[in-house]
């Protein structure tokens, strides 16, 4: 069966006998019954009709079973119950239809035998052609070749009929072949036929024949078809002027009754994949009575067809270098904007076809991929619309300095090929953005030629924005003259033409340019500077001339170069800078290209260093002996260091007035320290800077009133941040300045005959021996000013001696935050080696930042318990003091000892070559405990606190400003006056090796 369809059947009633398709019999009687309560079924099929359906059905009772019947065939069920059952048959060919759709309800009597029959009818799928052939007179003796759709199917007679069965229906068509030389076929040769199923199309050809000539012999066309896709249709023939007839792709057909002689033979219609080898046209000579071959071999490859894509592309700008086109994937292979490509050979059937390589602003109109069927032998078509829209930029193209009515000679290009010349300013729109080239030829205007400026040069254009080109024309002069820098520095207190002092990070600086001509000249052209840092700019200065352009470098003389200042925030490391004279190129000049500095044009990086800022306290100091009082305070401590910030590498300073400091040494200061007191004041001023916790890393720098005519007016220690100095209004900047730099290791230039001269001060005489500049009042400062390390007024900063000091501060002061020690309790241990004695000051307990000898050295200062045992031990070298003539070694050292070992310390003992001294607390059982309110008596006097002691018991008290902790005194002699803002003080007994703390109200409460 075809295919077999189980039909599920409701309960039907079927009345015996009433439908005529199958009729019942009661056989009773008949039969070989088992059980006589049951009954019998025999099925019959009864099959008619053309096409039956072979393979026969299912049969099936109350929809079980599946029993198979043949066509014709008979089946018996036996054993079913008495009653009604419904019989089915399926299974049938499409082109079988079963009366009653195939079921019948049968009534099953027991013990009897009920008979039913199926009538199937199969009608025709397919149809037949009758092909009767006829002639007249001079018939065609070998009869003819039957072709359908072009292929041979048998031979037919003249007067014969055939009939091809068993065809689809639909159009065919029907042709003869080998039609004799004398006949034509009259009609179509092939003709259409329309084939119907279940029916036979006559189809009646008639040929006519002419009499045969009267030597005739017999040609044989052959064809051969070899191939993928052999032509359908088959091929024609024609033999000389007759008339065309069919053959078949792999044929033999005879042509008899050919005159004798010569003939053609062309082969004809082949499809266009289809080619003959060989000649289709062949020259044949026929014998009488004989047979001659011709033979056809065609090839017929694949069935291709043609595929041809057209581009279409509107707007601008268009994609300059076209597309690419895709076809299934392989290799894109290029087409143009609007052009059209044709792919040859394409296998018929469906194709997938891509527009790609678009430029951005280019887009295809509907899908850039299509599937496109291509055709056999034909041509199909595939148009891609492009519409481009770019985004597009002006360009400015100014021109100056031309008469009026002369035209400038600029060229534009770009991008695209794009060239656009301008004879004056123009704005130039819907650019392709990209790199531009403007270029400028030098024209003649009045009979005179300008020279234009620059020549060329590139502008980049963007998407919406306005890019501007500025062509100078100058009219070109036969100059002799010619322009350039020789050089160029930053100075922020001192500089060399090789730049050799680097530069402040933060600091204000004075920039000069050198500019020089080569002959003399009144020429006056300003001059371009850009600042820049890691190639980004930060600012264009242009300097105008002050005078006409000298013809030699000469740093003597501001006016002599090309000045400006530069603030402070625009020195920064990586600061580069690049200086052009003339950059509006207004100075006509033999050489215009050697105008820049550095000469490549590349700009030049300055050294800048990071410093950090100043962090100075000022003390005023007050003589107990005089009464003479530093004049030193808030509203003045600028003037004391304007110098120090004009002359030294620093971003900065932090500057504090700490309260007045009284010290009670025995004698005033002198003219020359000959009574030793400026050197014992300036000891003082380091303890006390050691005592208070704030001053790690900080210079400790004391005012003092010096008596008229002193010659000394500072004194301050190497290598250590503690000093004092004179207030003189007009000079104590001067010397606090020169202070500073002993403290940061500098020795003393030869001017004004100083002792301790730095042997490697390079410049004679102790001059400064290079330009120096001042920022702030933007004055020169010549080679011949003296150092600030003399003694000499009117001092200035050496080369030598900035560096030094920027590579001072640099390895002592960095400018991060220096890691320092917690505040904790120390003693407090001082004094000094000076002139053959060493002086151990009375030592007091403290609590403030450790500090310890940063080295070694010759003294040693130690404590000891009252049983000998040594708490600690300091091997020190001392600080050396500059200025002055007694020189000697100081210390002051913050030594941290716990309460264990504090209340034990019983001696101390400084030690060195040739000296020793060594202070001892009384026995414990004698010590008194000071600073006990019934030891110091405290009270009011003009300005602070009048305090009295007895100074047999405690030589000295330490007296702080409670609130503050600053130390307002180290006091001797059981007596002292003491300036106090009032609230209370901390004083502080020593009896020279322990000491004892109390807190009083200055109102002597
Ligand atoms: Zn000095």
Redesign the pocket.
């Known amino acids: 069966m075809p295919y077999r369809r189980l039909l599920r059947l409701a309960a039907l009633t079927i009345l015996v006998g009433a439908p005529t398709s199958f009729w019942l019999a009661c056989g009773g009687g008949e039969g070989n019954l088992t059980d006589p309560d049951l009954g019998t079924i025999e099925i019959t099929a009864a099959t008619s009709g053309p096409e039956p359906d072979a393979d026969g059905y299912a049969i099936t009772i109350d929809g079980a079973g599946g029993r198979s019947i043949g066509p014709n065939g008979t089946l018996r069920v036996e054993g079913l119950e008495s009653g009604t059952h419904v019989v089915g048959l399926s299974g049938a060919a499409p082109n079988c239809s079963v009366a009653d759709q195939g079921s019948a309800a049968i009534d099953v009597v027991r013990g009897s035998t009920v008979s039913v029959r199926f009538a199937v009818d199969c009608r025709a799928t397919t149809g037949a052609v009758q092909i009767t052939t006829s002639t007249g007179p001079n018939a065609d003796a070998d009869g003819y070749s039957l072709l359908f759709d072009g292929v041979e199917r048998q031979p037919i007679g003249v007067g014969e009929t055939v009939i091809l069965s068993g065809l689809s229906p639909g159009g065919h068509t029907v042709g003869l072949s080998g039609l004799a030389a004398n006949c034509r076929i009259e009609g179509d040769n092939p003709r259409a036929v329309t084939v119907v199923a279940g029916e036979t199309t006559p189809v009646g050809i008639s040929a006519a024949c002419d009499p045969p000539p009267p030597l005739t012999g017999t040609l044989r066309v052959i064809t051969a078809t070899s191939g993928a896709d052999p032509d359908p249709d088959g091929f024609r023939f024609r033999i000389d002027e007759a008339q065309e007839q069919p053959v078949g792709a792999n044929a033999t057909v005879s042509v008899t009754g050919l005159a004798a002689g010569p003939h053609t033979v062309r082969l004809l219609d082949l499809a266009a994949n289809c080619t003959v080898t060989g000649d289709d046209l062949l020259s044949i000579t026929v014998a009488a009575g004989a047979t001659v071959d011709v033979s056809y071999a065609i090839a017929c490859s694949a069935a291709t067809g043609e595929l041809r894509v057209t581009t279409r592309t509107t707007g601008s700008p268009r994609d300059a270098d076209g597309y690419e086109l895709g076809i299934d994937g392989g290799a894109a292979q290029p087409i143009g904007s609007n052009a059209s490509l044709t792919l040859d050979g394409l296998s018929v059937g469906p194709h997938d076809v891509t527009l790609q390589g678009l430029a951005p602003e280019c887009q295809v109109q509907g899908e850039a991929s299509r599937t496109v069927a291509v055709a056999a032998s034909a041509t199909t078509t595939v148009t891609f619309e492009v519409i481009c829209a770019a985004a597009t930029g002006s360009l400015t193209g100014t021109i100056t300095g031309l008469p009026d009515g002369a035209d400038a000679d600029v060229t534009v290009t770009g991008p695209n090929g794009y060239s656009q010349r301008l004879t004056e300013t123009r704005t130039l729109d819907d650019l392709v953005p990209g790199e531009y080239t403007v270029a400028a030829a030098g024209v003649t205007a009045g009979g005179d030629p300008y020279a234009a400026s620059p020549t060329t040069q590139s502008v980049t254009v963007t998407e919406g924005e306005v890019a501007t080109a500025t062509v100078t024309y100058a009219r070109a002069s036969t100059t002799s003259l010619n322009l350039r820098i020789d050089g160029l520095y930053l100075t922020q207190s001192v500089q060399t033409l090789t730049r050799g002092v680097a530069l402040v990070e933060g600091r204000d600086g004075y920039l000069r340019v050198f500019t020089v001509a080569n002959e003399t000249n009144s020429t006056r052209p300003s001059v371009r500077v850009r600042l820049s840092r890691n190639g980004a700019l930060l600012r264009t200065f242009t300097i105008a001339a002050e005078a006409s352009t000298p013809t030699t470098v000469d740093e003597g003389l501001l006016s002599r170069s090309w000045n400006v200042d530069v603030p402070g925030a625009l020195i920064q490391p990586g600061l580069e800078v690049v200086a052009d004279v003339d950059p509006d190129d207004k100075v006509a000049e033999t050489d215009e290209t050697d105008n820049s500095y550095p000469a490549s044009g590349e700009p030049l990086e300055l050294e800048v260093r990071t410093a950090s800022a100043l962090r100075i306290m000022l003390v005023p100091v007050r003589q107990k002996a005089n009464g003479f009082e530093g004049e030193v305070s808030a509203a003045n401590s600028d003037r004391f260091l304007d110098v120090t910030r004009r002359l030294y590498p620093l971003p900065g300073y932090d500057a504090e007035v700490h309260d007045v400091y009284t010290t009670t040494t025995s004698n005033p200061l002198d003219a020359d320290d000959s009574n030793g007191s400026w050197t014992e004041i300036l000891n003082e001023i380091l303890a006390l800077q050691t005592a208070e916790a704030g001053g790690s890393g900080r210079h400790y720098y004391g005012v003092v009133r010096a008596p008229a005519g002193a010659r000394l007016d500072?004194i301050?220690y190497l290598d250590l941040p503690a000093a004092m100095g004179y207030d003189d209004p007009s000079d104590g900047g001067r010397v606090l300045a020169?202070?500073l730099g002993?403290n940061w290791g500098r020795l003393?230039s030869a001017c004004g005959n100083?002792g301790d001269v730095d042997r490697d001060y390079p410049h004679a005489n102790g001059l400064i021996g290079v330009y120096g500049f001042d920022v702030p009042g933007g004055r020169l400062k010549g080679p011949a000013h003296p150092d600030i390390?003399g003694?000499c007024r009117d001092s200035w900063i050496s080369d030598f001696n900035y560096k030094a000091v920027l590579g001072y501060r640099a390895r002592h002061y960095p400018e991060a935050a220096q890691l320092v020690a917690a505040e904790q309790r120390c003693i407090l241990v001082w004094g000094r080696i000076v002139g053959g004695r060493a002086i151990l000051e009375p030592a007091f307990e403290v609590v403030t930042r450790p500090s310890l000898p940063p080295r070694g050295g010759p003294y040693s200062v130690a404590g000891y318990a009252d049983d000998g045992t040594r708490l600690f031990e300091l091997s020190f070298e001392g600080v050396a003091v500059?200025?002055g003539r007694r020189g000697g070694r100081h210390f002051a050292f913050a030594v941290p000892l716990d309460d264990a070992a504090a209340s034990r310390l019983g001696t101390l003992r400084l030690a060195g070559p040739g000296v020793q001294a060594v202070a001892e607390s009384p026995a414990a059982s004698l010590r008194r405990t000071g600073a006990g309110t019934d030891s110091v008596s405290i009270r009011p006097a003009a300005g602070g606190a009048a305090l009295q002691w007895d100074a047999a018991v405690h030589p000295m008290i330490m007296v702080r400003d409670a609130g503050t902790g600053q130390v307002l005194s180290f006091a001797r002699g059981g007596r002292v006056e003491v300036r106090a803002t009032g609230g209370d003080l901390e004083l502080v007994a020593s009896d020279g090796v322990r000491s004892w703390s109390t807190r009083r109200s200055v109102s002597g409460r």
């Open positions: 500072g301050g020169h202070e002993h003393h100083p390390m003694y500059a200025d």
